[in-house]
């Protein structure tokens, strides 16, 4: 079966970045609804429509269609007691941008140095500013069910969970904070 809009399609992949260092080694494959759902990167998809399984390939991808060019405003910093503890550089927490309104997609924070009472919150994607190059193997392809494509995105196994996805960010002029996990 041959890769199409509404299909689920398992991929094995790895991750380097341009100079060929391993970002992700890929042990969970990626298994995502192919067809514009913005479940995996547009070039991906691009690359994959109209394949089958066992195709595989090698493409590198730039800043401007993977993670975006890195963006220092997106870099704020918080008191310490805003956050939980035990807190250590590398933890990542989900948070609304600031002052912007509700309607602001959440964004992960990472944390990138932690000074006395100040806590400093990378809201870059941790791949921004970098090229990608993702070596790709289709190990399956199937038919998404109604429900996958009224949701716009893959159940089951490796797939999407439904848990409680109601938690809303404050208001306010700092960044609201959930831990993930
Ligand atoms: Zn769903």
Redesign the pocket.
Known sequence: MKIAKNTVVTVNYKLSDAQDNLIEDGRQPMVYLHGGYENTLPKIEEELDGKEVGYSSIIQIEPEDAFGDYDASLVKVEERNRLPEPLEVGMQFEGMPDGEGGAEEAMIFTVTDIADDKVVLDGNHPLAGMALRFSLNVADVREATD??IA?G?V?GAHG?H?GDEDDEGEEGDHVAIHPIH
């Open positions: 429900e996958e949701h995105h159940h999407h439904h």
